[in-house]
């Protein structure tokens, strides 16, 4: 398996453009999850899925940000409009059921966002 | 309060030489899982080790090892035998729980290792 992909890896927009991130989660994982990491908050769970649907959206920072599953396949986060606020790494990852709840999560490369 | 404290920013190693890194954890759930992982320069975040809460051995993985003391809420990485490819971040984060719900994870803030040849 080629692992979580994510694209783009980079993206440079103006100020108040959307933006549309994307994420391919490895094959047979049902947990997709989506992080964004910058030097003063660190990591933190924007939300993520189960079986394609959202179970915890709480870190979304606010409408601006949206979030789709539409197959097991597939993910997208939006930011529209989106502000200089918003530039940070967001990274994509997923993980599977073992039934011992000790699954990790597997991280894509991440795309690096620069709203200027 | 934090859920994941690792109180390091940054830290020096000799290579071949070993280092712990610290974590230490909140949680009143009796069922959590602990990892860690590594962010080289590149960005990357790639999976190093797990602990689980009923675990009754610690975990270890090649050079990597965990030191999970439950009663004082810590999980330190250890690694062995430094290698200056061993230069990233270290995160450590947390599940709480073990229902459909709970498998998102608390990451802390990290330290940086700097392996010295």
């Known amino acids: 398996d080629a692992g979580v992909i994510q694209s783009p890896r980079h993206e440079v927009t103006e100020m108040g453009q959307e933006v549309t991130l994307r994420c391919k989660p490895i094959?047979?994982?049902?947990?997709l999850f989506w992080y964004r990491q910058t030097m003063m908050r660190g990591l933190e769970l924007l939300i993520y899925?189960?079986?394609?649907?959202?179970?915890?959206d709480s870190g979304m920072p606010e409408d601006r940000f949206s979030a789709k599953m539409p197959n097991a396949s597939f993910s997208t986060l939006k930011i529209q409009p989106s502000e200089p606020r918003d530039s940070a790494v967001y990274f994509c990852?997923?993980?599977?059921?073992?039934?011992?709840?000790?699954?990790?999560?597997?991280f894509g490369q991440g795309t690096r966002l620069t709203v200027v | 309060a934090q859920k994941i404290t690792q109180t390091q920013p940054g830290m020096f190693v000799q290579e071949k030489e070993a280092v712990t890194l610290d974590c230490t954890y909140d949680?009143?759930?009796?069922?959590?899982?602990l990892f860690w992982y590594k962010q080289p320069s590149s960005g990357e975040m790639i999976f190093l080790i797990y602990?689980?809460?009923?675990?009754?051995q610690n975990a270890t993985e090649g050079r990597y090892s965990l030191n999970f003391q439950k009663a004082r809420k810590s999980a330190n990485l250890v690694i062995s035998a430094s290698q200056l490819g061993d230069s990233a971040m270290y995160f450590c984060?947390?599940?709480?729980?073990?229902?459909?719900?709970?498998?998102?994870?608390?990451f802390g803030k990290g330290t940086k290792l700097s392996v010295i040849p």
């Open positions: 602990q689980g809460s009923y675990d009754q």
């Open positions: 899925f189960n079986n394609n649907v959202p179970i915890d």
């Open positions: 990852a997923s993980s599977w059921d073992r039934g011992r709840g000790g699954t990790e999560a597997f």
């Open positions: 984060a947390m599940r709480e729980g073990s229902g459909a719900g709970s498998y998102q994870l608390t």
């Open positions: 094959s047979g994982h049902d947990y």
């Open positions: 949680t009143s759930d009796p069922s959590y899982g």
